[in-house]
């Protein structure tokens, strides 16, 4: 039974059986859960998990990250290994909101927590596969002010609509990669009818996205 059961185990976990499972029930097409579960790439899972936790940690300690908290909160995507659907992608489900003076977590990061997120992370590491992470802040003329101090190479979605659009900001950023090749750190998306404008920034890591949203927060602040 050990020895079946690791076969088994075995042939779930490389996705053998998602074909005729996905087959049998198309809308389990973005699923990964036994490639989650019972592949190698289980530890990569667990690993985002604690790295989003930590970043996570580090803004709710700070006093300044809130000054750059947008009204749709905020939150932290990190793609473990090969991440190549919104549900393998580890975030904050209900984002992180602004409780008086400080940034607050809702809930402990887990995989599939926000399409948006996991879809701009996607969309980026198209163009640059070594970025893992991404989190999102406020975007203001202050903020524009911030940026010009910083040697990172930012692409900016102008304005769009959102009428009969699913994500239109990552709609956005699909038709803005075909038309740019320049790799970049940021984006500066000026939102539209309904979009709040928001900045993206993009990384190696969670922690390394939050360090520089709080370094840019405290030049916010200091503005």
Known sequence: MKALNGI????????????????MYPNLADCVFCIEEYGHRKGEVTDAIAEVAEAVRLLEASRDFVAVMPEVSVNIACAPGGASTPRE????PGRIVRVRDHAKALL???PGASAHM?????????????L???????????MAGVL???????????RHASEGAEDPT???????????????????????????????????????VARLALRLARSYSAA
């Open 89 to 92: 992608v580890v975030a904050i």
């Open 132 to 142: 893992r992470a991404c989190i999102n802040l406020r975007y203001d003329q202050v």
């Open 118 to 130: 996991s879809r701009m992370l996607l969309l980026a590491r198209r163009r640059m596969p070594g």
């Open 148 to 158: 010009s101090r910083y040697g990172m190479r930012i692409l900016t979605l102008a």
């Open 170 to 208: 990552a709609e956005a950023l699909e038709r803005r990669l075909k038309s740019s090749p320049t790799p970049f750190d940021a984006l500066v998306d000026e939102g539209g009818s309904g979009i709040e404008p928001n900045l993206y920034l993009f990384g190696k890591g969670a922690g390394e």
């Open 108 to 110: 402990p990061p887990e």
């Open 8 to 23: 088994w185990t075995g042939l779930l976990g490389a996705g053998s059986v998602c074909p005729a499972h996905r087959e």
